[in-house]
């Protein structure tokens, strides 16, 4: 493909308007079309982006012939469906994590992408931030291996609020979202898939009906082992903080940066064109659909973060 990818994007909140400013930086993709919740905010963004078509129905943006793919930065509760109208409308997707809160949801997806050969992807963008490649290039190159990974995912959110401060119309959720992106980036660094999985979880959110704090504990075929820490009630430090500690050194990753044991700084500018992971997944997406090939973080690649998850919901519903 060698034409503008011309792109339906939905969703006009925080991360989408983190994937606008990616697709900023891309030569031959342009964005189309907007949809959003909220018609005049969708207005309001796409007028800074420069969009000509806006709408609060995906499947308005669907219909239209000239659009080659779609971005969902939907509710979580919406990805595997939307995934599937995409799909079926003969659309390349790119669907930010989690793929689906049910597993057999996300496998039906996972089958639709098979068969329609389209460039169907799911957004784990630890696979793409620099600093995590940085740490993957050493364990391709056989100059590091993962005895043990400890990873803190850290949110002050007692109320539905998103990136931005502003209320959400949705509730997040700490094992089918937040825990993906730790699940599925321990197996693809490990290069085994997880063989043993534990989870617990605090007390139940009286409005919002989520568990606020969560520990999961995994073990791939390999040997190695990851503790997970997850909470919504955290008053700062926010985000997710990544501990390698591997048989030759210790790597602390926060985004897109890294650090080693020592807190010393690690140059990581060199790893890929960009400093910006959303981005990269972007150019990830765009260049498999022009490449006829699979993505990195393809549906059929993650199926198995979310096959780890069902059974850890399994375990904490018993």
């Given at each position: 493909m060698s034409k503008t990818i011309k792109v339906a994007l939905a969703g006009a909140g925080a991360f989408g308007i983190k994937h606008l400013d990616g697709i900023r930086n891309i030569d031959g993709v342009e964005v189309v079309s907007l949809i959003g919740r909220d018609l005049e905010k969708t207005r309001e963004v796409a007028a800074k982006y420069g969009i000509g078509h806006v709408t609060t129905d995906l499947a308005d943006s669907l219909s239209m012939p000239e659009v080659d793919a779609v971005i969902l930065c939907t509710p979580t509760q919406m990805h595997a469906s939307q995934t599937l109208a995409?799909?079926?409308?003969?659309?390349?997707?790119?669907?930010?994590?989690?793929?689906?809160?049910?597993?057999?949801?996300?496998?039906?997806?996972?089958?639709?992408?098979?068969?329609?050969?389209?460039?169907?992807?799911?957004?784990?963008?630890?696979?793409?931030n620099p600093s995590h490649q940085w740490v993957h290039?050493?364990?391709?190159?056989?100059?590091?291996?993962?005895?043990?990974?400890?990873?803190?995912?850290?949110?002050f959110r007692r109320t539905n609020m998103n990136a931005l401060g502003q209320p959400r119309s949705w509730t997040d959720h700490l094992l089918w979202h937040h825990a993906a992106h730790t699940v599925d980036l321990f197996a693809y660094q490990c290069g085994s898939p997880i063989v043993k999985a534990n989870a617990i979880q605090g007390p139940i959110h009286p409005t919002l009906g989520i568990a606020m704090d969560m520990s999961i504990q995994l073990k791939?075929?390999?040997?190695?082992?990851?503790?997970?820490?997850?909470?919504?009630?955290?008053?700062?430090?926010?985000?997710?903080?990544?501990?390698?500690?591997?048989?030759?050194?210790?790597?602390?990753?926060?985004y897109d940066d890294l650090v080693n044991g020592k807190e010393e700084k690690i140059d990581v500018s060199?790893?890929?064109?960009?400093?910006?992971?959303?981005?990269?997944?972007?150019?990830?997406?765009?260049?498999?659909?022009?490449?006829?090939?699979?993505?990195?973080s393809s549906l059929a690649q993650v199926l198995p973060c979310y096959q780890v998850l069902h059974q850890l919901e399994q375990q904490l519903n018993a």
């Open positions: 995409c799909l079926k409308a003969g659309k390349h997707v790119q669907v930010e994590i989690p793929l689906c809160d049910v597993l057999a949801d996300g496998e039906e997806a996972v089958a639709l992408a098979e068969k329609s050969g389209l460039v169907a992807m799911c957004g784990h963008t630890r696979r793409f290039k050493k364990i391709e190159a056989g100059e590091f291996n993962i005895q043990q990974m400890d990873v803190q995912t850290y949110f791939a075929a390999n040997g190695a082992i990851c503790t997970l820490s997850l909470s919504f009630n955290n008053d700062g430090p926010l985000g997710t903080f990544f501990r390698y500690i591997g048989d030759t050194g210790t790597f602390i990753a926060r060199q790893v890929d064109v960009s400093m910006n992971g959303i981005e990269l997944q972007d150019r990830e997406f765009f260049a498999a659909i022009r490449e006829g090939r699979q993505p990195n």
